[in-house]
């Protein structure tokens, strides 16, 4: 569930602004202001407000609204002066799990709320509805923001309430992107997963399935085959490219991933465009027919084509067309004093790579709301500095002949080596202008892992030639960690 969108760099002249005015919880004062004398002056009592106004306003209820919610409870300033507004009807919670363990039949022990509420994707504490209400956090499930009024700095949600904000942070997200429904989209059978009801809904029909199809061979459809797997159904995954995973896969590693779910009885349709999805008698989904006129049978379809920045009601704070989303700059503020942006949903400058992104990933849900909240209530003021970072977990339910694991650090650009044979382990190294620029490692050690974004970070000189004779991926890794100038204990 992740995925990358770049614009033009700065250089080429994408201006990023900074606003002239600054609210009350806006960051303007000198550094040497302690943050706590800052939060001292201006933090304002939730009693001192009429019955609509909050201080601070997160819209959103996915993991950046749980991580950004984390971030004011450590500098104490939630209680009573912060509120969530969401269409989610639970807490925030980890959504890599949805594709990841939660479409699990229940004796290989799937992911089940509250074990993957946020955060404990990164170690924290489980921010349970209980936590939440501990903290004096305000939480408004079901009931997503339909309208906002800049000038008077108020939301309006779809029941009807009325919300003046001082600070309003932006985390919405991304939602599907959907088969339209004159092609069958809407049928019943037909499943999109984004949300907890989404993958409810998957689970009803996986239940009774015989032949399911996944559209897209992307983060989305390769989980959802995989698990699909475990409940022994028969599995095709159809795609218009030539490989899975285009975005980031080479060819030859691609190859190996799909052998990998061949051996597990997974079917490939490639270079394949879906023409409309076919009904039978009863209005479900009976199949997918192709562009060619051929139709592979279905009574369950899951539709992984990529997602779309929830900007909603929001398109006024300030849009960025290239890449879709949000515009920010390095502190997550838009154009728009007191309103700011995080998560998918925001456009912010890549430091590394001198260029506009939007990041479709957890990593960069949990940073960017913390970076957002510290520079929010306290004189920090660094620029955000990511590393693009990817991952993916398939086949990990119980009883699984082979479970799989891969993380990706950096940029997919220039020339590739490809070290290992997939036995377990194989890494891919992207070089270009003879510098390493990322670095791709399947089941490797904790140890092994941890050295993948050192490289990607110091982006060394590296001997391709040299990297190309090693022997096994522990050696490769051996040659890239000296080119760091380190001694290597990998």
Not at 169 to 190: E, M, Y
Not at 349 to 362: A, D, F, G, M, Q
Not at 425 to 454: M, R, Y
Request: aromatic residues 10%; neutral net charge.
């Amino acid at each position: 569930m992740a995925s990358i969108s770049n614009a033009l760099s700065l250089k080429h002249g994408l201006s990023l602004w900074c606003p002239q005015s600054t609210p009350v919880n806006r960051i303007s004062q000198p550094s040497s202001v302690s943050s706590t004398s800052f939060r001292r002056r201006f933090s304002v009592s939730a009693s001192s407000f009429a019955n609509e106004n909050r201080e601070f306003v997160i819209v959103g209820g996915g993991n950046a609204a749980g991580y950004a919610a984390r971030t004011f409870v450590e500098h104490g300033m939630a209680d009573g002066k912060l509120c969530i507004v969401s269409k989610e009807a639970y807490a925030p919670y980890e959504r890599p799990a949805l594709t990841k363990g939660y479409l699990f039949p229940l004796d290989k022990k799937p992911a089940r709320l509250p074990g993957f509420h946020t955060c404990v994707g990164s170690g924290g504490e489980r921010q349970t509805p209980e936590w939440y209400k501990e903290k004096g956090i305000e939480m408004l499930h079901e009931d997503p923001v339909a309208d906002i009024d800049i000038e008077k700095q108020t939301l309006r949600t779809n029941s009807g309430k009325l919300l003046k904000y001082g600070s309003l942070i932006i985390a919405t997200g991304c939602t599907a992107s959907r088969f339209p429904d004159k092609i069958g989209g809407h049928l019943p059978g037909v499943h999109y997963v984004r949300d907890v009801a989404d993958a409810n809904s998957l689970i009803s029909s996986l239940e009774k399935a015989k032949k399911v199809v996944v559209v897209g061979g992307g983060y989305i459809g390769m989980e959802v085959a995989a698990a699909a797997v475990a409940w022994n159904v028969d599995t095709t995954i159809i795609f218009p490219e030539d490989h899975l995973m285009t975005r980031l896969f080479t060819p030859s590693l691609a190859q190996k991933y799909e052998q990998l779910y061949q051996d597990f009885g997974v079917k490939f349709v490639k270079g394949a465009s879906i023409k409309n999805l076919e009904a039978g008698s009863d209005g479900r989904v009976v199949g997918v027919k192709l562009e060619d006129g051929s139709i592979i049978e279905a009574d369950t379809v899951v539709v992984g084509i990529g997602a779309k920045p929830a900007v909603g009601p929001f398109e006024n704070v300030g849009l960025n067309k290239t890449v879709g989303g949000i515009q920010v700059d390095g502190l997550f503020r838009t154009r728009i004093p007191g309103i700011f942006a995080i998560g998918d949903v925001a456009a912010f400058p890549l430091k590394i790579y001198n260029r506009i992104t939007r990041v479709e990933h957890v990593d960069h849900a949990r940073r960017s709301a913390h970076h957002c909240v510290n520079s929010l209530l306290t004189a920090h003021t660094d620029t955000y500095d990511y590393l693009p970072y990817f991952y993916s977990r398939v086949f990990e339910y119980e009883g699984s002949p082979r479970k799989v694991w891969w993380q990706f650090f950096g940029d997919n650009v220039g020339e590739t080596v490809e070290i290992g044979n997939f036995d377990p382990k194989v890494a891919t190294f992207w070089i270009d202008s003879g510098k390493l620029k990322g670095v791709l490692l399947e089941s490797g050690s904790p140890e092994e892992f941890q050295l993948l974004p050192k490289l990607a970070r110091s982006q060394p000189s590296i001997d391709k030639a040299k990297l190309q004779k090693a022997s096994s991926v522990e050696e490769a890794l051996e040659i890239a960690q000296a080119s760091l100038g380190v001694k290597a204990t990998v």
